[in-house]
Each structure stands twice: as structure tokens, then as C-alpha cells.
Antibody, heavy 119, light 109 residues
Framework: QVQLVESGGGVVQPGRSLRLSCAAS????????MHWVRQAPGRGLEWVAV????????YYADSVKGRFTISRDNSKKTLYLQMNNLRVEDTAVYFC????????????WGQGTLVSVSS | QSVLTQPPSVSGTPGQTVTISCSGS????????INWYQHLPGTAPKLLIY???KRPSGVPDRFSGSKSGTSGSLTISGLQSEDEGDYYC??????????FGGGTKLTVL
């Protein structure tokens, strides 16, 4: 069955960096676009970024553009989110999801990993 | 302030039918398909409806979706207690970004 398992979350001070990982199994990872979506405490879902199946193309939400970088390693079936210059408002549960490029159809989701930015 | 507008909450009794609306603009819903997600407490979000009105395998036919112009809706018939949770519409925007609605909390009375 499809599994997406996020890791790398934790508590970090403002201005610091963190890298999230998402290990995929149970589907053809190299053929799927991959997304990151986050949910701040008490808030709704917010789309963060997408990367194409081959890693050649990506898009970002305005709120993270220039600070976050999405990448993937198809040989390891792993998605990444490098988060630099973190802000308090980046505090959220971060979900990875498999889906489509240029669409917000997200077929499968992970359980999420919590990132808390606090001084 | 979400790009897509949903009612903050809806409610119904078991067996009833409820509808959740989602309003956008020509740059998002007006030019792309709508997807709906169910987010139950303590679980990962789940794709409920894709491409406006299609159900993934395993989703009961009590759930249906539609789209007209720059708006869409999710209808849940035969409401059950296990349907209680948050529901989100989502689509792609012409500015090359994903957009979600603010979410609707469904309460089964």
C-alpha cells in the first residue's frame, strides 16, 4: 500500500534552518509530482510547494519563496524540503503528498511532521 | 484570508444531506478543476473528490461534487457521525500556485 512518511520536524529558533524528508513506498515515486502542504495550529491547509516527477520544475507559495527549496531523489524515493531563515509563522504540521504537477489533486498524504519555530 | 471562500461551518443530523460551497475566481476555479479533501481529527487529509465530480476508489457515493463557473460544491448525503471533520476545496491558480479554501467544519448533531 502507499506510504508517505515525513521526518525531520522539531523545534528551531527563528532564522535557523531545517530539512524535512518524506520517504515514499507503494507507488511509482519517479512518475509522481510531489507537494508539501502545511497546517498551522488552529488554521486550515496551506499549499507550500510542488516539484515535477523529474525534479526539473517547481513552484512555491509566495509566503516561502526564496526561503524554502523543494527537491527529490528518485533513486531513494525521497522528497525533501529545505527550510531556511525560518519564521515564527512557519510553525505548522508539514504534510507531503503525491499528486500532479499544475493541479492540486493530491492522491496520497503522509501523516505529517511538526515544525515549531520559537525563540 | 483564503483565495477560495468556504463557509466556516455546516451541520446536520444523521441521514440528512449537507452541501458545502466553494467560491473562487476566473484565475483559479474558473480555469481549473476542483478537488475536495476530508480531514478527520488525528488523521492525514484524504482526497474525496477530484476533477470536480470524480470519486477515488473507496469513497462512498454519498459524496458528490460539482462545479459551475467560478464556484463548486460538495454534497454529502445520508450523513453519518463518522463524517464529522473538516472539508477543504482546492485548485490550481493561474499564478502557478496551489490554493485551498479556508475549510469547513462539519458537525453531525
Amino acid at each position: 500500500q502507499v506510504q508517505l512518511v515525513e521526518s525531520g520536524g522539531g523545534v528551531v529558533q527563528p532564522g535557523r534552518s531545517l530539512r524535512l524528508s518524506c520517504a515514499a513506498s507503494g507507488f511509482t515515486f519517479r512518475s509522481a509530482a510531489m507537494h508539501w502542504v502545511r497546517q498551522a495550529p488552529g488554521r486550515g491547509l496551506e499549499w507550500v510547494a510542488v516539484i515535477s516527477y523529474d525534479g526539473d520544475n517547481s513552484y512555491y507559495a509566495d509566503s516561502v519563496k526564496g526561503r524554502f527549496t523543494i527537491s527529490r531523489d528518485n533513486s531513494k524515493k525521497t522528497l525533501y524540503l529545505q527550510m531556511n531563515n525560518l519564521r515564527v509563522e512557519d510553525t505548522a504540521v508539514y504534510f507531503c503528498a503525491s499528486g500532479w504537477f499544475g493541479e492540486l489533486r493530491l492522491d496520497y498524504w503522509g501523516q505529517g511532521t511538526l515544525v515549531s519555530v520559537s525563540s | 484570508q483564503s483565495v477560495l471562500t468556504q463557509p466556516p461551518s455546516v451541520s446536520g443530523t444523521p441521514g440528512q444531506t449537507v452541501t458545502i460551497s466553494c467560491s473562487g475566481s476566473s484565475s483559479n476555479i474558473g480555469s481549473n478543476t476542483i478537488n475536495w479533501y476530508q480531514h478527520l481529527p488525528g488523521t492525514a487529509p484524504k482526497l474525496l473528490i477530484y476533477v470536480n465530480d470524480k470519486r477515488p476508489s473507496g469513497v462512498p457515493d454519498r459524496f458528490s461534487g460539482s462545479k459551475s463557473g467560478t464556484s463548486g460544491s460538495l454534497t454529502i448525503s445520508g450523513l453519518q457521525s463518522e463524517d464529522e471533520g473538516d472539508y477543504y476545496c482546492a485548485t490550481w491558480d493561474a499564478s502557478q500556485r496551489g490554493v485551498f479554501g479556508g475549510g469547513t467544519k462539519l458537525t453531525v448533531l
